[in-house]
């Protein structure tokens, strides 16, 4: 089987709609090569394009779980040793650097997405969600600056 360039293949999925997320989804599964061109581009503003789906809140909920996955080591010992109990999947490494993609990091979105996240699974005092949640954007946003060299737009609202 004759496979296209890397280039020609990120162009037409570039070109795919976004709003069609499931297809370019589906094109991590098909081979390596198409995985990293698909991951590529859904990760460039994960939750930009989530809005008019049904499972919104859960959708979210997994990005943010997969960014917190991808925070380093150090900084999750950190969080559990200020009492933010970690589940497995967050606690095992990301297989995929998905941070280094993306490009237009929207604070306001991940600052919702974490509050959902934490109020979904972390049953505790008002003051000790909001101290965790302040603890998890600065570990996160610290990660977007250490890795994230594709950003070239940054919404504040």
């Not at 490009?103 to 005092?125: A, M, P, R």
């Amino acid at each position: 089987m004759v496979s296209l360039p890397s280039q020609c293949l990120l162009k037409i999925f570039e070109n795919v709609s976004v709003s069609i997320y499931k297809t370019l989804h589906n094109c991590i599964f098909v081979n390596k090569q198409w995985s990293l061109l698909a991951i590529s581009i859904l990760w460039r503003n994960p939750l930009e394009n989530i809005s008019s789906e049904n499972d919104v809140d859960d959708r979210i909920i997994s990005i943010m779980k997969t960014y917190i996955a991808c925070i380093s080591q150090k900084s999750k010992d950190s969080l559990m040793k200020n009492n933010l109990q970690l589940s497995e999947e967050i606690l095992r490494q990301a297989s995929y650097d998905y941070p280094s993609h993306l490009q237009i990091l929207n604070v306001q979105k991940i600052y919702d997405g974490i509050t959902l996240l934490i109020e979904k699974y972390f049953h505790k005092e008002d003051r000790e969600k909001e101290f965790h949640q302040h603890q998890l954007l600065d570990h996160i946003f610290r990660m977007f600056m250490n890795k994230c060299r594709n950003i070239y737009r940054i919404d504040i609202s």
